[in-house]
């Protein structure tokens, strides 16, 4: 099959778009998505200048998503010098998985010349994730406990690295996914937050708590076209997938998901289109109703509504077996 757009052999087709695209026009495209969601999401203030550049935190886990996204920002921000990145990897502590993603982590942020700090669960919290699945004192999937850690340790670190934005490699995939689950379990007050969160009215809230801004710049591109980018682009990539990633309600959402984009395409686009608006209407309402005050925790000076934060909560419960 030729390129849509020349006479190239396609090397993908986009069900959704009806596109056929050549490698160089299935990359261009990739970026130019990028490119779109950071202007738009990840605005620059006139303050940002060269001599006066932005920190921007990447999570980076070795992951195709996260490596794809440092290298395309990084491509976008290397002729304009008004951002400066800087990559967090976090290490779990799950065996014969992370110490692989790490490898990938190290060859990328050599490879562009970027500031690579490495932190770990065993460090900040005195525990790894092999042995939380093991004793699981709150009796929940390990990725309850894990996306917790892993927020707070981004959070920590973007502080202290007094970053302007933090941005993650979610892609359309995961994030029609969240979505989906959010309606699925009635959570409204979720879907809020997940407003605030990712789709780009943090600003406003951001200044009210104290917390950095956040973006999700990968956010219109399906996972499979991340991963079809990162073998194209020969990106040093870890493919392997966590041995305790085991969401069951979140497969199902995936394998749901999967099937409805097959039968019509376009599912995913038209499921984050429609959930923004809504999501933009529930912060709203969460805000106009006034949310808790938001405190330090006692423990560890966090954010938190409550006296102690949940990752403190979290931490205790784990070290306390
Ligand atoms: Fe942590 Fe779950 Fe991700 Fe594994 S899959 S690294 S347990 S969040």
Not at 255 to 277: K, Q, V
Not at 297 to 305: F, L, V
């Amino acid at each position: 099959m030729e390129c849509t757009k020349c006479d190239a052999d396609a090397v993908m087709h986009a069900a959704y778009s009806g596109n056929h695209l050549c490698r160089s026009h299935f990359l261009e495209s990739v970026d130019r998505r990028v490119r779109k969601r950071v202007r738009e999401d990840s605005l620059l203030p006139d303050s940002a200048t060269p001599e006066n550049p932005e920190t921007w935190l990447v999570g980076l886990s070795g992951g195709k998503d996260s490596v794809v996204l440092t290298d395309i920002l990084h491509r976008t921000f290397e002729q304009d010098p008004r951002v400066e990145l800087v990559a967090l990897t976090v290490h779990e502590g799950i065996q014969g998985y992370r110490d692989a993603s790490l490898a990938a982590c190290e060859e990328l942020t050599e490879e562009l010349g970027i500031e690579h700090e490495v932190v770990s669960y065993a460090d900040e919290f005195d525990l790894e994730m092999d042995d939380v699945v093991e004793d699981d004192p709150k009796n929940m999937a390990a990725c309850a406990y894990c996306g917790v850690f892993r927020r707070d340790l981004l959070a920590k670190y973007a502080s202290e690295y007094d970053a302007d934005k933090l941005l993650t490699g979610h892609n359309l995939d995961d994030e029609a996914e969240t979505a989906l689950m959010n309606i699925l379990e009635g959570n409204v007050e979720q879907v809020a937050r997940h407003f605030d969160a990712s789709l780009g009215s943090f600003d406003e809230r951001g200044e009210k708590d104290g917390m950095i801004p956040r973006a999700k710049p990968l956010r219109d591109v399906p996972e499979k076209e991340v991963a079809l980018y990162a073998r194209l682009a020969d990106l040093p990539v870890h493919m392997a997938e966590c041995p305790h990633s085991s969401e069951a309600f979140r497969g199902e959402v995936q394998d749901l998901l999967l099937s409805l984009e097959e039968n019509h395409p376009g599912t995913r686009h038209s499921i984050m289109a429609g959930y923004e608006e809504l999501a933009s209407i529930a912060a709203d309402r969460y805000r106009d109703d006034g949310e808790e005050p938001v405190g330090e925790c006692d423990e560890c000076g966090s954010p938190t509504t409550g006296d102690v934060c949940r990752k403190c909560r979290l931490v205790d419960a784990v070290n306390a077996v």
